[in-house]
């Protein structure tokens, strides 16, 4: 099967940083589909194991953590789905990527794939879908319908992956979102998203929101910079707000007051934790992407995709991971096709 894969970690400008391979295709465990990958989306943990070191690895390693596609065959073990079947899932960052043909993925990690969009949107959606929704509604302590009514939810980095379906589940579930972006062109992509208030997160945040009417949130999604941001959203919360983080800090971060004084609740999300300690829980993954599945079909959320390059080769993989290094991307950027 046609893969893209990696032996050294190198500078994305390098021709050798990702290579075509020829891969022999794998056959399923028990809980395994065997899945002919018609699209697949880039991420930020795709650049970062992907990033400069200086070990090598003995046999070609395969990255790609989102895909849309079709089940060819299924394991004994794996229950609910047949050869035929469209799916979609983000997959488990221990195990090969979907870059490639023909991926193994557990079973309970998946979901059908929303039937009115095609491949490419669908492949957007699985690891940034996920983050999201964990972080809002299983770590954070807010009911995926009605926990955000009456709230206040301030999305820093709300033009990127996680931020674009963020601002949309919020929404859906009740919150008054105030979203940031730095650009008119994030600005616009953040209001199109469904967020009602967009402020800059490169200049002082407590006095746009206060332009706004907010002398304090209810929640923060600090989607961005961890270190950067954390004396400032410790002013900005309620007290017995919460904050959801996603990005490792990179320095040591200072959990007293504010955040004791305030009894302020700190969630971090990592959508790799299900798949990577084998939890007992980890077929949730599979139930939030049938649920959000139906959500899209009826029109209530909608795919984050902003550009499809064409087909999935090595050439196009590393102009995408060169784009989303350079930090400009907004949305997901998916690859479809071989």
Known sequence: MKAVALTRYLPIDDPQSLLDVELPTPTPGAHDLLVRVE????NPVDTKIRSPKPQVE?????????????????????AGFQPGDRVYYA????????????????????GHAPKSIGAADAAALPLTLLTAWELLFQRMPFDSEHGGQGKSLLIIGGAGGVGSIAIQLARRAGFTVIASASRDETIDWC???????VINHRQPLAAQLQALGFEQVD?????ADTDHYWD???????????????????????????????????????????????????????RILERVAGLIDAGELR????????????????????????????????????
């Open 39 to 42: 699209a697949v989306s880039v």
């Open 58 to 78: 003995a046999q070609p390693k395969v990255l790609g953590y989102d895909a849309a596609g079709v089940v060819e065959a299924v394991g004994a073990s794996a």
């Open 91 to 110: 997959g488990d960052v221990t195990r090969s990527g979907s870059n490639a043909q023909f991926q193994l993925v557990d079973a309970r990690l998946v």
């Open 191 to 197: 209001r199109s998203m469904g967020a009602p208030h």
């Open 219 to 223: 929640a923060v999604l600090n989607l």
């Open 232 to 286: 400032a959203i410790g002013q900005l919360l309620a007290p017995q707000g919460h904050v959801g983080l996603i990005v490792e800090p990179v320095g040591a971060l200072k959990i007293g007051d504010p955040y004791k004084a305030k009894a302020i609740g700190i969630h971090w999300e990592m959508m790799f934790a299900r798949p990577r300690f084998k939890t007992a829980d980890q077929a949730e993954q599979g």
């Open 303 to 338: 795919s984050t995709r902003t550009e499809t390059l064409a087909p999935i080769n090595a050439a196009n993989l590393r102009e995408a991971h060169r784009r989303l290094e350079s930090g400009s991307t907004i949305g997901k950027l998916a690859l479809a096709g071989w």
